[in-house]
């Protein structure tokens, strides 16, 4: 068994920046395996990988692009299917990363260890910052459509500011533990047991909102957790606001998420912000 499964999905990912967050696999002391599936039009990446010449690196080409949750999905039902062949299970945690991800030696180890110790989390995301140094605001509220779509189309900036304060939880100190209703997609680090009792990523997302989906089912059942005593770097992020076609999917996805939680009527997300704002 496995100690550690990781996916990443790639889409015309440039070789130089995988080529980065596979070295700090490589650095591991855990027994892991490294998937790495490629939504590409083209098979570019797979003579690449096989540079590394390491077998717990395994490339799938997918030959379409469906979204990021369908990418993960082939990874998830492979794990489970595998399970059920075996009759035993194949790794005990699994996750979720950007290609543009990087991070220090011993990082996944001290969040592989502080997991050991509490069963009783679902999910766990660590401190992430910029190539700068600057701490990202990685933490959410269960999103409102105020905080996700009417907000790009109001003038006042005053008004949004202050949404976006509370949203993104800065009035919270980002270097102590938290459990939180939402945590950054970009890591998601998890039993694999959730799968199993919560599901894989919802289909019907291309991309956005996916991950906010897939926490909250975990929050359900499971404790979400902030874990700033492990850091990584995101070299790239907000992608849906530096591009008018990635707003546009943004928002698409937005829509589809109220559409199954609620829009003004969401009676779980009031009483979770109502209770963690206390």
Avoid at 30 to 59: H, P, T, V
Wanted: aromatic letters at 16%.
């Amino acid at each position: 068994m496995y100690d550690l499964t990781a996916c990443m999905v790639t889409y015309n990912t440039d070789e130089e920046v995988l080529g980065k967050i596979i070295n700090c696999f490589q650095k591991l002391k855990l027994n892991f395996k490294l998937f790495i599936s490629d939504n590409s039009e083209k098979n570019g990446l797979e003579e690449f990988i096989k540079k590394f010449s390491d077998d717990r690196i395994e490339y799938i080409f997918n030959n379409s692009n469906n979204g990021f949750g369908a990418g993960h999905n082939i990874v998830i039902e492979k794990l489970l299917k595998e399970k059920k062949d075996k009759g035993e299970n194949i790794t005990k945690y699994h996750l979720i990363i950007n290609p543009d991800i990087v991070f220090e030696e011993g990082t996944v180890e001290k969040i592989y260890d502080y997991m050991e110790q509490h069963p009783e989390i679902g999910q766990i995301g660590p401190k992430i910052k910029d190539p700068d140094g600057k701490v990202n605001y990685s933490c959410r509220l269960l999103p409102t459509p105020f905080n996700l779509i009417f907000r790009r189309f109001l003038p006042f900036k005053k008004l949004i500011a202050k949404m976006d304060y509370e949203y993104e939880m800065r009035k919270y100190d980002y270097n102590h533990i938290m459990e939180v209703p939402i945590v950054s997609g970009c890591f998601i680090f998890v039993p694999f047991k959730v799968f199993e009792e919560v599901g894989k990523f919802d289909g019907r997302y291309f991309m956005y909102m996916e991950d906010y989906d897939l926490c909250r089912r975990i929050g359900e059942k499971f404790k979400v957790i902030y874990y700033p005593e492990a850091e990584i770097i995101h070299e790239h992020g907000k992608a849906s606001y530096k591009s008018r076609k990635m707003m546009i999917i943004h928002s698409q996805s937005a829509i589809k998420y109220f559409n199954k939680w609620g829009w003004f009527f969401d009676k779980e997300r009031h009483k979770k912000r109502k209770n963690f704002l206390k």
